[in-house]
């Protein structure tokens, strides 16, 4: 089952059955859920838990769940600042959109397994959350020009994306190559994206790869170490404003 954050224990609670459970693989599938086999207990891994005083429950067979994320869970969402528009493009079962919300923002979250989708609206739900969330069941890409356009109508503009999928988010930025040469934006979002790399030099690394994708260089960013996830793999969080150059394309 989910593993305990053992950098703030106090502000992480988890109800658990008794199960004993083998992953038996990486997580290499598009919905990002573990392949696992039961050991031993019952084969109910509906799970339920506290993380930045907001509740969650899921099928932790069928979704994505890393507790030692809580600290960058937390991290992120300090950032924000009630009544911006945040769009969490790989949302998951909420852990940034859920808290975001509570904080006041305005949150369209989305993501592509719809076993995570129906636990999010659930989420939302548990959390008695009423309005200043909308969620979706979309590729991410398809995802971020809709969230854009539907904004747009409003007369609004997003704050920040979220991008938390650390194995291909990168790969996803392509989609804001000329994303807003229709529209006239007073400003430029900022983007955080989770990514991996085994480079010694991660800042270079990262940077070369994003400006492949986006075809325009990076001037200006910041990189926040997550965690190490394997050896010589490290996770990182790539924050940056969307070039000007890159939207209006």
């Given at each position: 089952?989910?593993?305990?954050?053992?950098?703030?224990?106090?502000?992480?609670?988890?109800?658990?059955?008794?199960?004993?459970?083998?992953?038996?693989?990486?997580?290499?599938?598009?919905?990002?859920?573990?392949?696992?086999?039961?050991?031993?207990?019952?084969?109910?891994?509906?799970?339920?838990?506290?993380?930045?005083?907001?509740?969650?429950?899921?099928?932790?067979?069928?979704?994505?769940?890393?507790?030692?994320?809580?600290?960058?869970?937390?991290?992120?969402?300090?950032?924000?600042?009630?009544?911006?528009?945040?769009?969490?493009?790989?949302?998951?079962?909420?852990?940034?959109?859920?808290?975001?919300?509570?904080?006041?923002?305005?949150?369209?979250?989305?993501?592509?397994?719809?076993?995570?989708?129906?636990?999010?609206?659930?989420?939302?739900?548990?959390?008695?959350?009423?309005?200043?969330?909308?969620?979706?069941?979309?590729?991410?890409?398809?995802?971020?020009?809709?969230?854009?356009?539907?904004?747009?109508?409003?007369?609004?503009?997003?704050?920040?994306?979220?991008?938390?999928?650390?194995a291909t988010a990168i790969e996803f930025l392509d989609a804001f190559k000329g994303i807003y040469k229709d529209q006239q934006q007073s400003y430029l979002?900022?983007?955080?994206?989770?990514?991996?790399?085994?480079?010694?030099?991660?800042?270079?690394?990262?940077?070369?790869?994003?400006?492949?994708?986006?075809?325009?260089?990076?001037?200006?960013?910041?990189?926040?170490?997550?965690?190490?996830?394997?050896?010589?793999?490290?996770?990182?969080?790539?924050?940056?404003?969307?070039?000007?150059?890159?939207?209006?394309?």
């Amino acid at each position: 089952m989910p593993e305990g954050d053992e950098e703030t224990p106090s502000s992480y609670t988890l109800k658990l059955y008794l199960i004993v459970v083998n992953k038996t693989n990486n997580i290499d599938n598009t919905y990002r859920n573990f392949e696992m086999e039961i050991l031993a207990g019952d084969s109910n891994m509906i799970t339920e838990l506290k993380e930045n005083e907001c509740r969650f429950k899921f099928d932790f067979s069928k979704v994505y769940w890393n507790s030692r994320l809580q600290a960058e869970h937390c991290r992120l969402v300090r950032i924000f600042k009630k009544g911006e528009y945040i769009c969490d493009v790989m949302a998951g079962v909420g852990p940034f959109s859920i808290p975001s919300v509570k904080k006041g923002c305005v949150v369209y979250a989305n993501d592509l397994n719809p076993t995570s989708y129906e636990w999010l609206c659930e989420n939302v739900k548990l959390n008695k959350i009423k309005e200043n969330i909308y969620a979706f069941n979309m590729d991410g890409r398809e995802f971020i020009k809709k969230a854009i356009h539907d904004l747009h109508q409003q007369g609004k503009q997003f704050d920040h994306f979220i991008m938390n999928l650390p194995a291909t988010a990168i790969e996803f930025l392509d989609a804001f190559k000329g994303i807003y040469k229709d529209q006239q934006q007073s400003y430029l979002p900022m983007i955080h994206c989770h990514c991996f790399t085994r480079s010694s030099d991660p800042v270079n690394d990262i940077r070369q790869r994003v400006t492949k994708v986006m075809g325009s260089p990076i001037d200006e960013i910041s990189l926040h170490f997550v965690r190490t996830v394997a050896p010589k793999k490290n996770m990182y969080c790539l924050t940056f404003r969307l070039p000007a150059q890159v939207a209006f394309e």
